[in-house]
């Protein structure tokens, strides 16, 4: 902190719109370049939402490609400048590394007119305090929060010397380049679990017997949930598919939570819940605290232990080959087809030997899994800090005194 009050101090920073230091325009409507759409690689970049992700900054490539005819109907932009989303989730600034026309999904940032660090806006564009200006300015008549051109231009932006935008840019790319070490790293650790998770449970080696899953136990589900039953908050969380692991968005009363826990079918505490619509197979072990379920789209084996871990079965369910029945309109797992699901099982004619090694295998995972995958714990965690700690600093870096934009 102190570092950054003696770089801050006394800064003469000028304040500008955005629309004063660039110009601001929005993407072609797809409808009309729809038929320029081309696979000949030699054609102009479609740059469109799903061209960009949460891991980077920049645009490097894109799925489609457009014919110069299409693009000229379009806005044509080079490396260098910016682009930022205009509806859903509004704001998030990328860097173009490609000459590309742009979706009307985005609004163009481009033909500064400023000297200005490309680095150092974007990280401006992506502070808290551009974000809460942009919700600030629109007006939500619809389903879709949009930013307009007009909204974007008035943004008021502060302009320090070069020298300035280049420390502060500095400093800030010091905690970024922290967070990629460590999700690189995490990657790493990711890859290297799936790796072991997989040679451990395909058996290469040793005694083994496939079984079905309808040899372990039987698949169970929660009684029937009324939506009239529900409400929007109350005392038990009940989970649909939707919410499965997430945040509940309904509950349901404990009376009738007691009755129907105690009258139908309920999982105890270690079972593994597993998504039999939706995101098919997703598992979650149950807690044992009290939640009510989603019948027929989040089921679980009933488990004694005597032949499968949960644990074990936790891990297999990441790998299962699962037969979905995808006659409707939405894939789903019957119970038929969990039951014939196939799991490999070490050392079936001895149960003892078989429960030993399938502990062994639990194990080594949940090493792996622990580093990878654990909130409190391990990598993703420390990402997790490293990534408030970029965003506090860039927000301090970025609180320069305001005055008058445009004077």
């Not at 902190?1 to 304040?15: F, N, P, Q, R, T």
């Not at 084996?301 to 936790?314: G, I, M």
């Not at 003892?352 to 639990?362: I, K, T």
């Amino acid at each position: 902190m102190s570092l950054i009050e003696k770089l801050l101090a006394g800064v003469d920073v000028e304040w500008k719109t955005l629309g004063e230091v660039a110009t601001i325009q929005r993407g072609a409507s797809p409808r009309p370049i729809a038929k320029f759409i081309t696979d000949d690689k030699n054609g102009v970049p479609w740059i469109k939402i799903g061209d960009t992700s949460s891991d980077s900054k920049y645009v490097t490539k894109t799925k489609q490609m457009i014919t110069p005819e299409g693009a000229k109907k379009s806005r044509i932009l080079k490396p260098g400048d910016f682009i930022m989303s205009n509806s859903m989730s509004f704001g998030r600034p990328f860097i173009l590394n490609i000459e590309g026309a742009i979706h009307d999904g985005w609004a163009s940032i481009s033909d500064f007119r400023h000297k200005m660090n490309s680095d150092y806006l974007f990280h401006l564009l992506s502070s808290n305090n551009v974000q809460l200006y942009w919700e600030s300015k629109i007006n939500n008549g619809g389903a879709v929060s949009n930013l307009n051109a007009d909204i974007i231009r008035s943004l008021p932006i502060p302009i320090p010397s070069l020298e300035i935008q280049e420390e502060i840019v500095r400093i800030l790319d010091k905690f970024t380049e922290l967070t990629t070490e460590l999700t690189t790293e995490l990657t790493t650790r990711k890859k290297q679990y799936e790796y072991y998770r997989n040679k451990l449970l395909s058996f290469e080696e040793g005694e083994v017997e496939w079984k079905t899953l309808g040899w372990v136990g039987d698949v169970r589900m929660c009684k029937r949930i009324l939506k009239n039953q529900t409400a929007s908050s109350g005392d038990i969380p009940f989970f649909k598919i939707g919410t499965f692991g997430k945040v509940p968005n309904a509950y349901i009363s404990r009376d009738l939570f007691k009755e129907f826990k105690e009258k139908y079918n309920y999982p105890r505490k270690g079972e593994i819940l597993i998504s039999a619509s939706g995101t098919i197979g997703r598992a979650i072990i149950f807690n044992g605290e009290d939640a009510y379920f989603q019948d027929s789209n989040i089921v679980w084996l009933e488990n004694d232990e005597s032949k499968v871990l949960n644990k074990y079965l936790f891990y297999f369910y990441e790998v299962a080959k699962w037969n979905v029945s995808d006659g409707g309109v939405i894939k789903r797992l019957y119970n038929d087809n969990i039951k014939k699901t196939l799991i490999p099982i070490p050392y079936p004619k001895d149960t003892d030997r078989s429960l030993a090694e399938q502990a062994r295998v639990v194990k080594i995972l949940d090493n792996f899994h622990t580093i990878s995958n654990s909130i409190s714990e391990g990598l993703p965690r420390e990402i997790e800090l490293r990534q408030k700690q970029y965003e506090y600093y860039r927000d301090k870096l970025l609180s320069f005194p305001k005055s008058e934009v445009g004077a």
